[in-house]
C-alpha cells in the first residue's frame, strides 16, 4: 500500500491543488487543517476531491499532539503550507505571526525527527525573505534580510530546516516560493482581486476595480505548476532549498490588460500615476481606477528569481507564462459568477 502524504494548510490554495495533484498519482492524502476550519474546504469541494482527502484538525503550537499525528501516520512526505501566509498584516500581530511560522515548524521538526525520521518534508518560505533593493535575479545564494515580522519569521523557519537537515540528516526542502497564483487565491491578493472583479463587471455592471500602483511589478507563476515542482523536489536524491520562480517581472498594469482582455474587455489606459484610468475601448466605461488606499506602506521592490537551481535538480520546465495564468484566472471567475458562486 502506498504511503501516504500529509499536507499542513490543505485547505488553502497551494494544498488542496498539491492534494488534487498528489491523488491524481494514486497518493492517500491526509490534510491538515486549523480547529475549527475543517469547514472551509471550497477549494476541495470544487476540485471534486473533498471526499477523497482525510482531514486532521491540526494546532502546530501542541507539540504533543502534532507529534502523535506525523507517527501514526508516518507520512512518507509532509509537505507544510500552515502558519501564516501574509505579510500584509504581521506588523499587527508579530507574536502570532513569530509563533506559528517559528515555533510551529519547530514542532513539526521535532514531530518529524522524533516519530518518522524517514519522511521527507517540503517547507514553504517566501521571497519576501529577500526584502527590497535587488535588481538582479536572485538565487538561493543571495543572503535573506527580511524587513517585516513575516519575513523574519519566514527566514528563521528556513534556517531551522537548514540545521535540522545538517545535524540530524533529515530530508527537508525549502521552497523559497515568489508569487504564484491560480483561481483558488483568496480575493484579498491582487490578481485574484483583478479576475473577481472583473468578472462582476462584466456579468452584472457596477463600479470600477480599485488598485494600487499600477507600475508595481511581480515575478507571478501560476501555482498548479509549482506545486508539480514541489513534489519533483522530494523525490531528489538530496534535500536542499530552491528557488521557485519564472525570472520574469510582470507589471500589474500588465496582468489587468490581460485579464481584462481575456474578459471580453477591450482595454485602453489613460492618465499616470494616482490619475490612471483602465477603460473598456467599446463603452467608454471605467474599468478600473488608481486609489492610493490601496498602495502598501511597507511594500517590497519588485523581486525576480532565477529557478535554474531547480530546473537543472528535478528537469522541472517552468510555468506558464502570465497571459495564459489570467485568462485561465478569469475564465474561472466567469463561470463562478454564471453558475451563482460568488461567495469565494
Known sequence: MTAPSLILGVNGQDGALLAA?????????HGGVRPGSSGASWRLRELGIADKVTLHETDL??????????????????????GVSTSLESFDAPRFVLEQNVIGTTNLLEAIRTGSPET????TSSAEIY??????????????????????????????????????????????????ESAYRPRRFLTRKVTYTLARLRLDGGAPLELGALDSCRDWGAAEDYVAAMVATLACDTAADYVFA??????????LRLAATAAGFDPEFSGEGVDSVCRDRKTGHPIAVVSPQFFRPNDTSALIGNPVRLKQATGWAGSRDVAALAADMMRADLDRRKAGRTDY
Open 21 to 29: 495533484h498528489l491523488l491524481a498519482q494514486g497518493v492517500p492524502v
Open 61 to 82: 503550537l501542541a507539540a504533543q499532539s502534532l507529534g502523535g499525528l506525523i507517527g501514526d501516520l508516518r507520512p512518507a512526505t509532509v509537505y507544510h503550507f500552515g
Open 120 to 123: 521527507r518534508l517540503f517547507y
Open 131 to 180: 526584502g527590497a533593493g535587488a535588481t538582479e535575479l536572485i538565487d538561493e545564494t543571495r543572503p535573506p534580510t527580511p524587513q517585516n515580522p513575516y519575513a523574519i519569521s519566514k527566514a528563521t523557519a528556513q534556517q531551522l530546516i537548514q540545521a535540522y537537515r545538517a545535524r540530524h540528516g533529515m530530508f527537508a526542502v525549502t521552497g523559497i516560493m515568489f508569487n504564484h
Open 246 to 255: 519564472t525570472g520574469r517581472k510582470t507589471p500589474v498594469r500588465e496582468f
